[in-house]
């Protein structure tokens, strides 16, 4: 696979990614803070959408250089190595405002 397709396969899959963490945070932040599953599965989404941001950073440097991709690589980072201090109120915020404002920068890329 050409890096072209691959930037493009990546693009994809982090826009998929990006609607699924949107229509879990359609469910409400009361739904969020009462289900014990919708904190892991933003954590999971987090780590998703930061490992895709770091690809990305990589394969094209230039194109990728907008500071929101390092921002969503840090959470990636964040997330995964201190699990044990997420701030539920911090974490709903990165997917119901962080989230949309990366899906229309990967939309733009489209």
Sequence with gaps: MRDD????????DLAGTLRRAADLA?????????????PLAFEALSNRVGDLAKRLRTADPERFADPIWAQAARNRDFVVHHYDRMDADLLWRTVTISFVRLAQVVADEQ
Excluded: N
């Design 5 to 12: 397709e691959r930037v493009e396969r990546w693009l994809e």
């Design 26 to 38: 359609e469910r409400g932040r009361d739904s969020y803070l009462a289900d014990p599953a919708l």
